[in-house]
Every structure is written in structure tokens, then in C-alpha cells.
Nanobody
């Protein structure tokens, strides 16, 4: 049974910080790229940050320099450290596991349930 269990969301004031966690189980964690997406009300879901199987990271321009994605393969967990939060960061944040199989065209995606992040004074 594949599971991505998120934690760490909540209410924070502008300029504050939060650290999201996503605990994975039921698949070979170190074989998957891990990503954080977010979706604000009335907006499309967007990719916030990603980390490859080899540890290469990427970020949306809107969060670059403020957010840091990391993974701990021993704990099967991916993190998103969010600093200098802005009101426009308010969204539901989703954990995603992604794998494109080398010897086929199959793409595998798993998703967490989402966790609410609200940035407000």
C-alpha cells in the first residue's frame, strides 16, 4: 500500500517559517524523484520544488531563495523548509513521488493528501 503522509502545515505570519514533511511508504523511495506542488484557491496546481533520485534540486522562480527541498532516504521522508513566507504562499501543499521507468514508457505518480499552509497576519 503506497502512502505519502504529510505534516507540518498550519497558520504562520508573513515573514515566518514552516517545515513540511512527507513520510513515504509502500514503494522504493530512493528510486523516485520527489516534488512539492501547491494549489491556491482559483489557481492551477503548480510545481514548487523538486529533488531527483540523485539529489539534484529545482525550484519555481517564485520561491527560489526562500524554500529548500531535501530528502532523507534512510527515513523515506522528503522535506520542504519554507522561510520568509508571504501571503501569496497560502495554498494546499501536496507531496508527489514521480518515476519514469527506464525500459518502458510508463510514468508513475503518487500523491499525498495535501496540507494547508496559511500565511496571514
Amino acid at each position: 500500500q503506497v502512502q505519502l503522509v504529510e505534516s507540518g502545515g498550519g497558520l504562520v505570519q508573513p515573514g515566518g517559517s514552516l517545515k513540511l514533511s512527507c513520510a513515504a511508504s509502500g514503494f522504493t523511495f530512493n528510486a523516485y524523484a520527489m516534488n512539492w506542488y501547491r494549489q491556491a484557491p482559483g489557481k492551477e496546481r503548480e510545481l514548487v520544488a523538486g529533488i531527483s533520485e540523485g539529489g539534484v534540486t529545482s525550484y519555481a522562480e517564485s520561491v527560489k531563495g526562500r524554500f529548500t527541498i531535501s530528502r532523507d532516504n534512510a527515513k523515506n521522508t522528503v522535506y520542504l523548509q519554507m522561510n520568509s513566507l508571504k501571503t501569496e504562499d497560502t495554498a494546499v501543499y501536496y507531496c508527489n513521488a514521480h518515476r519514469k521507468l527506464v525500459f518502458s514508457t510508463r510514468i508513475v505518480d503518487y500523491w499525498g493528501q495535501g496540507t494547508q499552509v496559511t500565511v496571514s497576519s
